[in-house]
């Protein structure tokens, strides 16, 4: 994953990180928070939370980030996993698939490896991520914007539905294969 863009200086963005840890100490999160330069409305920052970090990091340009910048620019948080890898497939396999009813514990069919650890993951966001973003740039919590990738896109749509307020818009994304959505 190329991280040269966020030690740019010549951009109308500067990142920084940090790290946290799940709850139970399995899974490692990098969040990486693109802060304008330009001045916060009063009441906050608009929020961009970012879902598969890493691959959404590898993703941005810097054009991106000046169309960004030509309006009320949002505060970026791109929400991935302590790897170089632009995918973290077990990390995110838990993170994204809910618990099935009556299942305590619960493996993916594919892969054996642990899952159903989207409720957790929604309360990490909400109680950990969110105040230590909010720590700092200051957030407008009535203007936070989810973005996710197919996969984290079902988690995306499966939590909104089930609590329309945690964030004012969902923007679930298809990938781009040689022309044709996935």
């Given at each position: 994953m190329d991280r040269s863009l966020l030690q740019r200086q010549d951009l109308p963005y500067r990142f920084t990180s940090l790290q946290l840890d799940s709850a139970d100490g399995q899974r490692h999160y990098q969040l990486w928070?693109?802060?304008?330069?330009?001045a916060p409305p009063p009441q906050g920052y608009p929020?961009?939370?970012?879902l598969d970090g890493n691959a959404a990091i590898g993703a941005l340009d810097p054009e991106q980030l000046k169309r960004l910048d030509?309006?009320?620019?949002?505060?970026?948080?791109?929400?991935?996993?302590?790897t170089p890898?632009?995918?973290?497939?077990?990390?995110?396999?838990y993170d994204y698939t809910p618990q099935q009813p009556g299942q305590a514990q619960q493996q993916d069919p594919l892969t054996g490896q642990p899952s159903g650890g989207a409720q957790a993951f929604l309360q990490l966001l909400r109680e950990r991520m969110?105040?230590?973003v909010a720590a700092?740039?200051?957030?407008?919590?009535?203007?936070?914007?989810?973005?996710?990738?197919p996969m984290a896109a079902c988690w995306c749509c499966?939590?909104?539905?089930?609590?329309?307020?945690?964030?004012?818009?969902?923007?679930?994304r298809?990938?781009?294969?040689g022309g044709a959505t996935a």
């Amino acid at each position: 994953m190329d991280r040269s863009l966020l030690q740019r200086q010549d951009l109308p963005y500067r990142f920084t990180s940090l790290q946290l840890d799940s709850a139970d100490g399995q899974r490692h999160y990098q969040l990486w928070i693109g802060k304008p330069l330009q001045a916060p409305p009063p009441q906050g920052y608009p929020v961009l939370w970012m879902l598969d970090g890493n691959a959404a990091i590898g993703a941005l340009d810097p054009e991106q980030l000046k169309r960004l910048d030509q309006g009320q620019a949002p505060l970026l948080v791109a929400v991935g996993y302590q790897t170089p890898l632009r995918i973290e497939r077990n990390a995110r396999t838990y993170d994204y698939t809910p618990q099935q009813p009556g299942q305590a514990q619960q493996q993916d069919p594919l892969t054996g490896q642990p899952s159903g650890g989207a409720q957790a993951f929604l309360q990490l966001l909400r109680e950990r991520m969110r105040p230590a973003v909010a720590a700092q740039a200051p957030i407008d919590t009535a203007q936070q914007t989810l973005w996710a990738t197919p996969m984290a896109a079902c988690w995306c749509c499966r939590r909104c539905s089930a609590s329309p307020r945690r964030f004012a818009t969902t923007l679930p994304r298809a990938l781009r294969c040689g022309g044709a959505t996935a």
